[in-house]
């Protein structure tokens, strides 16, 4: 029998309307922690995306894969969209998920 895993899809934020950054990951919490610290060369490091603004959670990786894909190719105004349905003051959800 195994454990349940859970996988998030998320998107970061370098300010309210800034640049943004969506990703999937096993682990939320160290996820964003890496990108907070810089600890994750690339895109989100250069661009000093550190805000958690928006995630959802799934129970199967092959959906959570599939939904980052979808939202990847999404125009930036239904990112923006789907940030602000649920925050949308573009709070930092890092305390929220600790």
């Known amino acids: 029998m195994s ?3 859970t996988y ?3 998107l970061l934020a370098s300010q309210k309307n800034g640049t943004l950054y969506c ?8 996820r964003t922690y890496d990108h907070r610290e810089s600890n994750v060369p690339g895109f989100a490091s250069k ?3 550190k ?4 995630y959802e959670v799934y129970s199967d990786i092959n959906e959570a894969i ?3 894909k979808r939202i ?3 125009p930036r105004q239904w990112k923006i969209n789907l940030i602000e349905a649920e925050n949308p ?3 930092d959800l890092w305390k929220s998920i600790l």
């Open 72 to 74: 990847k190719k999404w």
């Open 51 to 54: 805000l958690l603004v928006w």
């Open 23 to 30: 990703g999937v990951t096993s682990d939320l919490v160290r």
């Open 8 to 10: 998030f899809v998320y």
């Open 89 to 91: 003051d573009w709070n």
């Open 3 to 5: 454990a349940e895993r």
């Open 66 to 68: 599939y939904r980052e």
């Open 47 to 49: 661009y000093g995306v």
